[in-house]
Each structure stands twice: as C-alpha cells, then as structure tokens.
Nanobody, 124 residues
Framework: QVQLVESGGGLVQAGGSLRLSCAAS????????MGWFRQAPGQERECVAA????????VYADSVKGRFTISRDNAKNTVYLQMNSLKPEDTAVYYC?????????????????WGQGTQVTVSS
C-alpha cells in the first residue's frame, strides 16, 4: 500500500518555526517531483512549494518565498518543509503530494498520491 504520511504540524506563535516531514512508503518516490500544499477553511488548496526528483529545482508560492524551504532525502523517501517566520495567515492543513514533474505539482495535475494532512496553527 502506497502512503504519504505528514508529521510535524502543531501550534506555534507568530514568528516561530516548524519543520514538516512527509514520509513515503510502499514504493520509492525518488523519481517523482514532490510538493507541499495547504488548505485553510473555506479556501482552495494551494501549492506552497515543489521540488524536482533530484532536489535541484524548487518552486515557491510568492506568499512563502524567503520563509519556507522545501527539501528531500531520497535515501529516506522523505520530503521536508522548513517553515520560518510563520504568520497567522499560514494557518492551514498542510498536505504533501507526488507527481511526475514540478509543473504537474504546481498545476495540481496527475497527482496520484496525497497524504492525510497535518494541521499548522499560528497564533498572533
């Protein structure tokens, strides 16, 4: 059974940091692009960051650029999202997903695998 499992969410004060992890199992994702999405209540799910299979190419939403960093460890089949300088507007459920390439991630196309999500709450 192929699974993506997110962890690392929680409650943090504005200005704080969190590191999310997405551990994959069931098959290797070392040839897939990976991405992090978030969805706040009443809002559409948006892509906040994506990374190529090699880790050499990354893309960020303007709202998180300079504050969030996506990375991956293919040996551990895990992708990370380091979130710094968190703001209340970053509050959302964060999901990871796998796709064939970065443009598929940012375009939310052909995303066959999703995690169950982890809640991030930033208090003011």
């Amino acid at each position: 059974q192929v699974q993506l499992v997110e962890s690392g969410g929680g409650l943090v004060q504005a200005g704080g940091s969190l590191r999310l992890s997405c551990a994959a199992s069931g098959r290797t994702f070392s040839s897939d692009a990976m991405g992090w999405f978030r969805q706040a209540p009443g809002q559409e799910r948006e892509c906040v960051a994506a990374i190529s299979w090699s880790g050499k190419s990354t893309v960020y939403a303007d709202s998180v650029k300079g504050r969030f960093t996506i990375s991956r460890d293919n040996a551990k089949n895990t992708v990370y999202l380091q979130m710094n300088s968190l703001k209340p507007e970053d509050t959302a459920v964060y999901y990871c997903a796998a796709g064939p390439y970065v443009a598929a991630i940012t375009g939310k196309e052909r995303l066959d695998y999703w995690g169950q999500g982890t809640q991030v709450t930033v208090s003011s």
